[in-house]
């Protein structure tokens, strides 16, 4: 069974401070995405990266996909009381599928 | 507003009950999805519809029953759910099946509890 484990689960930070989430499996993904589920509301996309090694830069946050495309980070730069939310990571499994990760609830404090 | 638009968004029902549970998508896409969010579990994919066909049912229970009567409605049709059952059910679609970088859109998702 693929697994994705995100760390920390919670995370509660003053604005202004950086932060990084990370996502990490044993197998091997052909890409992976970054979603923001926000309370009420359905996940949505942050990013995708498909190749190991791969750093995507989206305004103050920052997206790296291991080499051996096994796991992922997210960093936020300076955090914003906006950037509060859960956010998922989610590897594709063949053709259409995607294993979410456990989540990271963040919580950040103005 | 993403869109795709899930009615209700709550629902509390008995065990004996049947109700279904509703998605829309305005986006002229081909694929639509169910997943199921619990509190302590990660987003499971529980079917997966692809031109109006399933083409994936992630060993979900019988009393899960999903219709696809065309490429913008997708239904889930419940009955006789235990307590566990419980949990936000999203719906999202995206283009196409294949591509890596597909983007799925969320709908907001139905809260249901089972009493």
């Known amino acids: 069974t693929q697994l994705l484990e995100q760390s920390p689960q919670f995370l509660s930070i003053q604005e202004g401070e950086n932060l990084t989430v990370y996502c990490n499996s044993s197998?091997?993904?052909?890409?992976l995405q970054w979603y923001r589920q926000e309370p009420g509301e359905g996940p949505v996309l942050l990013v995708t990266?498909?190749?190991?090694?791969e750093v995507k830069k989206l305004k103050r946050l920052t997206f790296q996909f291991g080499d051996a495309r096994k796991d992922s980070s997210l960093h936020i730069t300076a955090a914003q009381p906006g950037d509060t939310g859960l956010y998922l990571c989610?590897?594709?499994?063949?053709?259409?599928?995607?294993?979410f990760g456990t989540g990271t609830r963040l919580k950040v404090l103005a | 507003e993403t869109g795709v638009t899930q009615t209700p968004r709550h629902l509390v029902m008995g065990m004996t009950n049947k109700k279904s549970l509703k998605c829309e998508q305005h986006?002229?896409?081909?694929?639509m999805y169910w997943y199921k969010q619990s509190a302590k579990k990660p987003l499971e994919l529980m079917f997966v519809?692809?031109?109006?066909?399933?083409?994936e049912n992630n060993s979900v229970p019988s009393r899960f029953s999903p219709e696809c009567p065309n490429s913008s409605h997708l239904f889930l049709h419940l009955h006789t759910l235990q307590p566990e059952d419980s949990a936000l059910y999203l719906c999202?679609?995206?283009?196409?099946?294949?591509?890596?970088?597909?983007?799925?859109?969320f709908g907001p998702g139905t809260r249901l509890t089972v009493l």
């Open positions: 999202a679609s995206s283009q196409d099946l294949a591509g890596a970088t597909d983007t799925q859109y």
């Open positions: 990266v498909v190749t190991g090694g």
């Open positions: 197998s091997v993904f052909s890409s």
């Open positions: 989610a590897g594709r499994s063949g053709t259409y599928k995607y294993i």
């Open positions: 986006l002229g896409h081909n694929a």
């Open positions: 519809y692809s031109l109006e066909e399933r083409v």
